[in-house]
């Protein structure tokens, strides 16, 4: 006995009314890309579940896959069967041996999505834990809270699928379901969260990296590409564009009074990166900034950055604790990376005593005095654009391809 097809749920997709196939057709593109080195595969989509058909693939390497798709709420190894009582209750009892062990409890869990179906949910519940109780001559035990085992059954109206694994996933919607955001990314632990955490509510990122030779080092530059490489399992190939920032730097540093410095910096970063979301056809900007968390980022200091732009500035940090921004970072491999000891240009020429309440017309007028819009065009001039593709050792090598 081995298990046929694997069940998705969408989760949040099923409150998307009219506009749901779309979403669902989104959903279905990334499973396609995602699997498309495995032609035996079936996939089918429907309202509310999507089915793989394994036809002899490995369910175990599907299931690795699947974790990394945004969309997806929950999935299981499942097992076709008739709509009969007879068979469910066979099949759930080859599920239940499949696991059990002296000591293990149980629960039966069904979802009757065909209400024509002759037995209820409970009814169900019941045949089918009596059928195991039998089985196990009442050697088991239920544990309605926290089972060591779960059957679950779910009844549709061509046939019933019984499982006994459900792994949660990613959550959030698809992959470029919610248009594309230009990503202000750091080689800190922040921004690289923030940008999952956007590409989670289906958000398609290009990445906008600032670098300043010689005050910072190509490890700093290539570190900012592997944070890219880092998300590009979530959702295929990432664009970085990778800015030369070094003369606005200097010349920020040379005319613009010390407790201005950072803002004015933010400002030009904010004004770089908005041409070339205009340039790339983005809709928003997304920044990892959490609210206080340094001197640029209280809400004068935003005030005064968000000014040179009426773009929407997406935060997905904004009140986020630094433990939690943290937690996230280890969990999609970005933390050990972000810490490694390689300055970028938002660190460098930082003042002792930065403005954390900077006066907007002070700001605008220290700019005034110095011709800035050459030194932007310049740099916008010299962008080097980078596609950052999926990581090699992920097993998917190039399945996201075309995917974005």
Do not use: W
Request: aromatic fraction near 8%; glycine fraction near 6%; proline fraction near 4%.
């Amino acid at each position: 006995m081995e298990y046929d097809r694997i069940l998705v749920r969408y989760g949040e997709l099923s409150t998307k009314g009219n506009n749901r196939k779309v979403f669902v057709r989104r959903l279905e593109k990334s499973v396609r890309q995602l699997l498309k080195d495995m032609p035996e595969v079936h996939i089918s989509a429907e309202r509310d579940r999507m089915f793989i058909t394994l036809n002899g693939a490995d369910y175990a390497v599907i299931m690795e896959r699947l974790h990394l798709i945004f969309g997806i709420q929950s999935y299981s190894p499942v097992i076709k069967v008739e709509r009969d009582i007879e068979a469910i209750k066979m099949m759930a009892v080859a599920l239940f041996k499949r696991h059990f062990t002296e000591g293990k409890t149980f629960k039966v869990r069904t979802k009757r999505a065909d209400k024509t179906f002759p037995f209820d949910t409970n009814d169900v519940n019941l045949m089918v834990g009596d059928a195991i109780f039998d089985a196990y001559n009442d050697d088991v035990e239920v544990s309605m809270r926290q089972p060591d085992i779960e059957i679950t059954v779910e009844i549709r109206q061509e046939a019933a699928y019984l499982s006994s694994e459900t792994v949660m996933g990613q959550g959030g919607m698809p992959v470029s379901s919610a248009g594309k955001a230009m990503l202000m990314l750091s080689g800190g632990i922040d921004s690289p969260v923030a940008g999952y955490l956007a590409m989670k509510r289906g958000v398609e990122i290009e990445a906008v990296h600032f670098y300043s030779p010689p005050y910072t080092s190509e490890r700093a530059k290539q570190k900012a590409i592997d944070l890219t490489q880092k998300l590009t399992r979530y959702t295929g190939d990432i664009k970085i564009h990778l800015v030369p920032f070094t003369k606005i730097q200097e010349t920020i540093k040379q005319r613009i009074p010390e407790g201005y410095i950072m803002t004015s910096t933010r400002r030009f970063m904010m004004r770089i990166t908005d041409e070339l979301r205009r340039q790339h056809g983005g809709l928003a900007i997304v920044n990892g900034e959490s609210l206080g968390q340094v001197a640029s980022q209280t809400m004068m200091s935003m005030l005064a950055i968000n000014d040179v732009t009426s773009t929407p500035i997406i935060r997905p940090l904004i009140t986020m604790d630094k433990n939690d921004i943290i937690k996230i970072a280890e969990e999609i491999d970005t933390f050990e990376l972000s810490i490694q000891p390689f300055e970028d240009c938002c660190t460098i020429f930082t003042p002792k005593q930065p403005k954390t309440q900077p006066r907007l017309d002070k700001v605008e007028r220290f700019e005034s005095n110095v011709d800035f819009d050459t030194l932007i065009a310049e740099a916008l001039a010299n962008v080097e654009t980078v596609v950052v593709s999926i990581e090699s050792n992920t097993g998917a090598d190039d399945a996201f391809e075309g995917l974005l």
